[in-house]
């Protein structure tokens, strides 16, 4: 899987002179099947949405709705039917707020915690499995890549 010199210095060169566009469609297309592929090593049963706001909950803890639609970036409808789907599935549950028992806070459970914990698991050994097949050149560029590609998604 390692690429022979002369490829890489036609990487180089073709990189060097692609524009911010050329470059945004190869990065789309290698991020989408990349997520594509990872989702499929995840092997949930759950939707990309559901995985998401499982993930979401473990990074911030209990939330409410309305919280849980602001950072997925979607409307307070699609969280619930979401969340209802979830909750059937006994991987969230909800509880009334400590401060407020009008508002409704959406927690995992040990389930979905376990669930989204052996997802991640599966990913990242599929992922490292792959890493280690390249070559250490290839590792190393990739590695050094990460920091622009996690700055162009956000804080």
């Known amino acids: 899987m390692a690429m022979a010199t002369g490829t890489k210095t036609a990487i180089k060169t073709a990189t060097t002179s692609d524009t911010a566009a050329a470059i945004a469609g190869r990065l789309r297309i290698s991020a989408t099947r990349l997520a594509r592929t990872l989702r499929r090593e995840a092997d949930t049963g759950l939707s990309p949405s559901q995985l998401s706001i499982l993930a979401t909950i473990d990074t911030h ?83 050094a890549a990460l920091d622009v590609l996690e700055g162009l998604t956000g804080p």
């Open 61 to 143: 803890g209990a939330m409410t709705l309305g919280e849980l639609a602001t950072h997925e970036r979607v409307a307070p409808p699609s969280i619930t039917k979401v969340i209802s789907k979830l909750e059937t599935a006994g991987l969230v549950t909800r509880s009334a707020d400590a401060g407020d028992r009008r508002v409704t806070r959406v927690a995992l459970t040990a389930t979905g915690a376990t669930l989204l914990r052996e997802s991640r698991r599966r990913k990242d050994a599929w992922l490292a499995n792959r890493l280690a097949q390249l070559g250490a050149d290839d590792r190393a560029r990739l590695a």
